[in-house]
């Protein structure tokens, strides 16, 4: 069992920077791989950014390729999710998701979920 608490979220003006926290119990997890999707206001919920447990391979939806960074510490059993130069379209709820494939690339490869939490950017 994996227990996922994201912290970190808030409000931003366009152009601003946050940096999104996961910290997950289990003594496995450095064995998942780690994921952060968020969903919009009227809209499908959507892969941000995915990171191997080895942490050698990450992959990025082409909407955040060269703003947003993922990263993981083992040690902590903290994953992140740095976010540079917001923009109003990154507005949504983001969830961290843990998973036991190489990448968490869809919904159907997580395995647990956090609660959510809210990034608003305003123009």
């Known amino acids: 069992q994996v227990q996922l608490v994201e912290s970190g979220g808030g409000l931003v003006q366009a152009g601003g920077s946050l940096r999104l926290s996961c910290a997950a119990s289990?003594?496995?997890?450095?064995?998942?791989?780690m994921g952060w999707f968020r969903r919009a206001p009227g809209k499908e919920r959507e892969l941000v950014a995915t990171i191997s447990w080895s942490n050698g391979r990450t992959l990025y939806a082409d909407s955040v390729k060269g703003r947003f960074t993922i990263s993981r510490d083992n040690a902590k059993n903290t994953v992140y999710l740095q976010m540079n130069n917001l923009k109003p379209e990154d507005t949504a709820v983001y969830y961290c998701?843990?998973?036991?494939?190489?990448?968490?690339?869809?919904?159907?490869?997580?395995?647990?979920w956090g609660q959510g939490t809210q990034v608003t950017v305003s123009s």
């Open positions: 289990g003594r496995t997890f450095s064995s998942y791989a």
């Open positions: 998701a843990a998973g036991q494939a190489l990448l968490v690339v869809t919904a159907t490869r997580v395995d647990y």
